[in-house]
């Protein structure tokens, strides 16, 4: 007796990306930069403004930024205008400056009563947690984003890091100092993740008329 073949039959799950926007996520435009500043300042958000800022100016990933400590940025009594840490992906230094408001906003942040003998810059909340978690830190980004507006499954945790840089090569053109801010070790790296290609493509064919 022949048995028949019959087809298998498999879960019909729906695509993990359904309804996402992957790729890239976009970087804040300066009005959109100032925007959440100016909300986080009117509500008091003290230790939001701090993250925000400090993400901004420092361009690193996320699993770097909350693992932050008080002694990369602060020292002899007052907030570093440069500071370096170890990255966790390419375990190689990398620097970054820290504005004036920025430095303003991690001094108001030191004062807070939450930060009295904390090791990390941005604590848990809870005594098992050390320091925020990156799950966190993107909560905030999409908290930010929604504000003012935005789509949120544009942004991520990225897009504090493409901030700055963006605008860098926006106005310079300098894709070796954007290599060096990011802490890439290579060229195509940071080509790939400014997009340069395609932008320079596009500002081409923009200028041409025919």
Sequence with gaps: MTIANLPAIRAC????????VVGQKRPLLPKHVWAIRVRLELASNIRDLAI??????????GCDLVKLKVADVYAAGQVK?????????????????????????????????????????????FHERLHISTRQYARLVRDWVSSIGLEPSSYGTHTMRRTKVAEIYRKTGNLRA??????????????????VELEDALSIAEAIEI
């Design 52 to 61: 925000f800022n400090t993400a901004i100016d420092s361009k690193l990933r």
């Design 13 to 20: 799950r729906p695509a993990w990306n359904k309804g996402r």
């Design 178 to 195: 954007v290599q060096l801010l990011l802490g890439h070790t290579k060229m195509d790296s940071t080509v790939r993740y400014l997009g």
């Design 81 to 125: 205008e440069r500071a370096s840490i170890i990255q966790r992906k390419t375990r190689k230094p990398v620097r970054f400056e820290l504005s004036e408001g920025t430095r303003k906003s991690l001094e108001d942040w030191f004062r807070d009563p939450l930060m009295i003998g904390s090791e990390y810059l941005w604590p848990g909340r």
